[in-house]
């Protein structure tokens, strides 16, 4: 493109011009199928097809320290999802700014194509951890030329993605320590990348939300471990989530969950490369307060067990572009730990496009 430009100008060439900021558009597409066991006590239950799709572009200006990225969702309509610019005063420092994931749970980190199961872990979602308008710091410890640590520090509006005014004039605060002894990855992901890693980790965020007797005050603790060796990885996540209302009137309670995942290739010619084994096993509780407060008319409040089994397909055998092409299919078997269990098995099968 320099080449292009300079021809274009009379005893120019491509030294002669300025810096032309590198851009790379990209795209991803997540089409599936969700079969749900009926049960009359569970009547919202939808078998069906389902769609996701985004677009987004990434800029940079080489040997200029900014860069910046902007992510559209197209479905169920169009909404903005990342908009922020990344900052690099030194070689060991990012700075974020704009619309952007909060640092919390490397689950929630990662892009919901780069998972290695198509469901989601249901008390992260319960815990609202997603994205907010705000500012971040990143300071990466180097150690024999290897990232071994680093440490996040954000504050935020805490209204949720696209709310540009911060009602309450207060802010949700987030940390986060990720160590990582063997190094650190380019990127956040699930799964093994064919090298050794180690990723320990934990968290916490801080937010008030509401004013007056309306107004919560929460804390999230969250603690990770990641493990990868050649076609092994194994990842497990455990979350606290305080609530404190204003209202003494209204009781007050927990979020918890903890969940493992354990994921291996399997070690035959073609499928070590290709086929991939998942199995994950999570406890959570929506709300401590169920079994006193709540009773079993509230049947989104109680207390589950989830184990899920699955098995992909990756189309590309290179390990940087696992993620990349993909078909997933999953089978999730709920039990009730509070109340009386539902029917409400899912099958899911997913396939993943980016480009």
Known sequence: MLLYAASLLPGA????????????????????????????????????????????????????PIAAKIELALLPEPQLTDAHV????????DVRLGQMKVPFS??????????????GVGFLSEAGIGREIGADVSLRVPIAGQTRATITSGAYNGEGANRIQNVNQRFLYAQRVLVTPLGARKGTFEGTHR?????????????????????????????????????????????????VHANVAVADYHVQGAYGQ??????????????????????????????????????????????????????????????????????????????EDANDDSFTVSATARF
């Open 13 to 64: 060439s491509a030294a002669d011009l300025p810096n032309l900021p590198t851009v790379h558009p990209f795209a991803w597409v997540r089409p599936g199928f969700t079969w749900i066991a009926d049960d009359p006590a569970n009547p919202t239950a939808q078998d069906g097809f389902t769609a996701e799709a985004r677009i987004g572009v990434e800029a940079s200006v080489p040997d200029v």
């Open 86 to 93: 990344i900052v690099t005063p030194v070689s060991l420092l």
């Open 106 to 119: 490397l689950h929630r980190l990662a892009s919901d194509t780069r998972r290695q199961l198509p469901q």
């Open 195 to 243: 090298k050794p890693y180690v990723g320990i980790g934990g968290g916490w965020l801080y937010d008030y939300e509401g004013d007056g007797l309306t107004a919560a005050e929460s804390n999230t603790f969250g603690a990770e471990i990641q493990l990868s060796w050649e076609l092994v990885s194994f990842q497990a996540e455990a979350v606290d989530q305080e609530i």
């Open 262 to 339: 354990l994921g291996s290739f399997v070690p035959a010619p073609w499928a070590r490369d290709h086929v991939e084994v998942v199995g994950r096993w999570e406890v959570s509780e929506p709300n401590t307060t169920f079994g006193a407060a709540a009773g079993e008319a509230q049947p989104d409040l109680q207390a589950t067990e989830t184990i899920v089994g699955g098995v992909n397909y990756y189309v590309r055998g290179a390990p940087e572009r696992f993620h990349d092409l993909k078909v997933q299919v999953a089978y999730a078997h709920v039990n009730a730990l509070e109340g």
